[in-house]
């Protein structure tokens, strides 16, 4: 669990670097053209996110294997010691818009 912890943050350090990054032009720019269905307003809300983490969770995050093939057992998925609110915090208090899981 602790290494689950560490590694949250060193995600989110890398996390702050990038914003750093960014104001230097380091990161390619993006087409601000609304796709066709998506209007100008939802583009805008999503830019001002900025930045936020991906959280890979999967059977592997449990098994401590780097792959976890063939998984029949699905009480193997089961999140009863992780401290999901202290993830949301740090990425709150890192100034990150959202997290994907």
Known sequence: MKSSIAG????????????TIT?????????DAAPAGVSTARVEALKNLRFGVFICWSFSTFSGKEWTPG????ELFAA????TDQWAKTAKDAGMGYILF
């Open 71 to 74: 998984v029949t057992n699905l």
């Open 23 to 31: 104001p230097l032009g380091l990161i390619a720019q993006t087409n």
């Open 8 to 19: 949250f943050s060193l995600l989110a350090i890398c996390a702050v670097l990038l914003v």
């Open 80 to 83: 009863t010691e992780c401290d």
